[in-house]
């Protein structure tokens, strides 16, 4: 049997390991180990990297659609506030999981962790 790739694992919220135990134990947190091979997944930690990548992302679909609708239809303000806030929360919300999921299998497969530096002093 062929392990999934890491990332397709994580963007769908499965284990990068093995593809098949639930990365996340709830919304946004991190399932202490797989459920399916028993990797240890509480020292993985994706820091702020999902919600850059999802404010990027949702900013830019937002920002250029509304700028579009108001070159192309100028629509009173209050339908531009009704059409796009609600779409920016739908946006952010809908890809923070799956952003999440990827960063921390991108961390699994680049076998990636803490820096580690020399004590003070000491020579390699």
């Known amino acids: 049997m062929t392990r999934p790739h890491p990332l397709v694992s994580g963007a769908a919220g499965r ?10 134990a709830g919304f946004l947190k991190v ?18 990297g999902p919600a850059v990548f999802v404010i990027l992302i949702a900013g830019f679909v937002v920002a250029f659609s509304a700028l579009f609708v108001e070159l ?17 929360v739908i946006v952010s919300v ?23 530096h020399p004590a003070p002093g000491a020579d390699d």
């Open 15 to 24: 284990c990068p390991n093995c593809g098949e135990g639930p990365l996340f």
């Open 31 to 48: 399932a202490p180990r797989c459920e399916a091979c028993g990797y240890d997944l509480a020292k993985a930690d994706s820091g702020d």
């Open 72 to 88: 192309r239809f100028t629509p009173p303000i209050w339908l531009h506030l009704l059409l796009w806030l609600p779409l920016t």
């Open 94 to 116: 809908g890809l923070l999981r799956p952003m999440k999921g990827l960063m921390l299998a991108a961390q699994f497969a680049n076998q990636a962790s803490e820096a580690r």
